[in-house]
């Protein structure tokens, strides 16, 4: 929901002075960033694995909410 509207608030606001990323580039970050959670979470499994998977993808989940949340004080 955070990362929807991050994209819906990007496009009225691309003509102030300040760097926002454009949608496309926004959407590009957010696939990338998928396998980057995916594979840290595998590392945090193994490192740690009492921790279920869930729970550590859920936290880096979280982790990037607030990054996006961040954007939209922007």
Do not use: G, M
Not at 12 to 25: F, G, H, I, N, T
Not at 43 to 68: C, G, H, M, Y
């Amino acid at each position: 929901a955070t990362y929807k509207k991050v994209i819906q608030d990007i496009k009225p606001r691309k003509a102030k002075d300040y760097y926002l990323p454009s949608v496309d580039e926004l959407r590009e970050i957010q696939r990338l960033w998928i396998p980057y959670r995916d594979a840290s979470v595998n590392l945090f499994v193994t490192i740690n694995p009492s921790v279920d998977e869930a729970i550590w993808k859920s936290w880096l989940t979280e982790v990037r909410e607030k990054q996006l949340r961040e954007i939209l004080q922007l």
